[in-house]
Each structure stands twice: as C-alpha cells, then as structure tokens.
DNA sequence: TTAACTGCAAAACATTTGCACAACC
DNA sequence: GGTTGTGCAAATGTTTTGCAGTTAA
C-alpha cells in the first residue's frame, strides 16, 4: 500500500517550476504509471484510463508522456518491442524481460551498482546511467511451456 | 582486417539446414551486417545497399532481418529510438549508447559475465541472456558541447 | 521444375502535428 | 484574459502483407 504522496507533490511542484498547467489528464496518467509495475505503452495507458476518462484521446497521452518523459518525470524503457514502454520509478534498479510473454519486471542489484565499468570506457565517452537487462522466461511462461512443449 | 569467413559459412549453412534461399540479397544484407560496427536500422542498410542493388526494396531488408532473427543470425538491439537496429555479434557483449548521437558502441567486460546474479531473480524465472546497457555521451558529442555549450 | 524469394503496391501499426475549442492560472 | 492544453482529424514514419513475376536449387 504505497501512495506516493512524494512523488506527486515532487510532480506538481515540477509543472509549476515549468509553467506547465496541472491538468486532471497528466495527473490521472502520472498516477496510473506511479501505481503501475507493468511498465505500460501508450496504448495500454489510454486503455486503462479511457474507461474512467471516456473523452482522453490517445494523442494526449502520447503528448503527456513526451513532456513527462522532457521533465524527467518519466523514463523511456529499452525494448526491443514495436511499441514504447514507460516508467515512473526513480529509484536505480534493473530489468528482466520475459520473452514469452513480454512482461517485464524490475529487481535491485545493489553489488552491481557498486561496481566500478572497465577501463577502455574511458575512451569511449562518459556514462551517465548503467544497467542491465536480463532476457528469459518468467515461471507463468516456464509453467505453460512445460505442460504444453 | 577480418573478412568474417567462419561467420559467412555458417550462415550459408544455416540457412541450407532451413531449406532457404541463398539469395543475392540475403548474403549482401548480412555481409553489411558483419562488416558493420554500427547496428544499423533497416533502413540504413537499405540506403547502403541500393547503392550496389539499385533494385533492392526495403520490404526485402525487413524480410530478410526477420528471417535473420529467427534463425538466430542477427539480433534485434534494445533500444528506446523509433527504429529497430541490427547486429550480427555473436560474441557476449554490452553496449554503450550515445544520448547525444545515437551512436551505439560494443564494449566487453568479462568481470560481469562472471557474476552471478541476484538470489530474488529464481523467483522470477529463467534468465537466458544477461546484458548491460550504457547511457552517457561520445567523446565526440562531449567536446562539441565544450565547443557551444 | 518447383518451391521459395523478391519487388511492387497497398495495408497496418505507432506516433506526431495543425487547428479550434476548452481549461487552468 | 490570456496562455497553455486537449480532442479531433489528418499526416508522418516504421514495419508488415498479398500478389504476380523471378530465381536458386
């Protein structure tokens, strides 16, 4: 039962320094990404609010997203997917991808963030942000491909 | 100076145990492919390649990086850009992605190949693939900003 | 010869944009 | 009141598909 209370007034304060209006569609889209673990695509966002919000429009969300994602309020997630997945976590942490059924999901490696990157990155620029992606099967798709091979 | 000899025979072989083609196309695509450090899209190896094919079509290049991928030949790169991009590595590597440019370079780093990953992530699944991913800024990108900031 | 492949054109899907009305400050 | 945001519709960009002629095996 998390409500994170933080997270929107830190959301609400940023818009304000931004001069950016605090609208009932970005604040109802901020709040379905903060309670959300699925990562979501514009697509499912609009689905999931269009039923509380009958006259949202895909394009709004498309456009919210784009100022949230400006803002830092929201991160574009690494997919190998079609369609854009986002994220309204801050906190550092990694991703394990299912490739069977394409969920994904978050865990922590706090020794992996403690590692220091090799050398030869040196040469190559400066690393702003490190993490890994895991690809696999999760047990919901490890169970169904067992009971039909 | 490497001219991928092992890779194009086994692609050749590959694609005989399929059944498939080896068309003129098919074995330029992934000529490209291995020749390139730069995991193009499909469009930027449709831009290279007409030069030489001028009958080439762009739909083949989808085909075919389809085909590729399902053969284990190419792989699709995690990306948060709109176009997909294509690598024939097969060796384990990480990448490191410019913001700046959308430069994609590979580094290796076999201290984190030998790690071991977090206990929580049995709960999950099974991981197949295990994969870092860099964000930050080229040399390049760096010192044009030093230059206009 | 014949099954597989390619190029063309058109469709499908994901995302962005121009404009007029509506909502926030 | 004035600026910013939204919804609609249409445009754009990326990828996929149906079909008829072409090519590798």
Redesign the interface.
């Known amino acids: 039962m998390n409500d994170h209370r933080e997270q929107i007034a830190h959301f609400e304060e940023t818009c304000r320094a931004h001069g950016l209006k605090i609208t009932h569609q970005r604040l109802q889209i901020y709040h379905v990404l903060l309670q959300s673990a699925e990562h979501p695509s514009a697509e499912a966002l609009y689905k999931e609010l269009v039923r509380k919000m009958p006259t949202l429009s895909l394009d709004t969300v498309y456009r919210t997203l784009a100022t949230f994602e400006e803002l830092g309020l929201v991160k ?5 997917g ?1 369609q ?1 997945r986002f994220e309204a976590k801050i906190e550092q942490h990694h991703h ?1 991808f ?2 069977g059924c394409g969920q994904l ?1 978050d ?3 706090p ?2 963030d403690a ?1 220091g ?2 050398e ?2 040196q ?17 919901q ?2 169970n169904s491909e067992r009971n039909s091979p």
């Open positions: 574009r997630v690494e997919t190998i079609s854009a394990f299912c490739d999901k865990f922590i490696w020794s992996f590692m990157l090799p030869e990155l040469e190559v620029g400066q690393v702003r942000e490190k993490n890994v992606v895991l690809h696999g099967l999760c047990r798709c490890l």
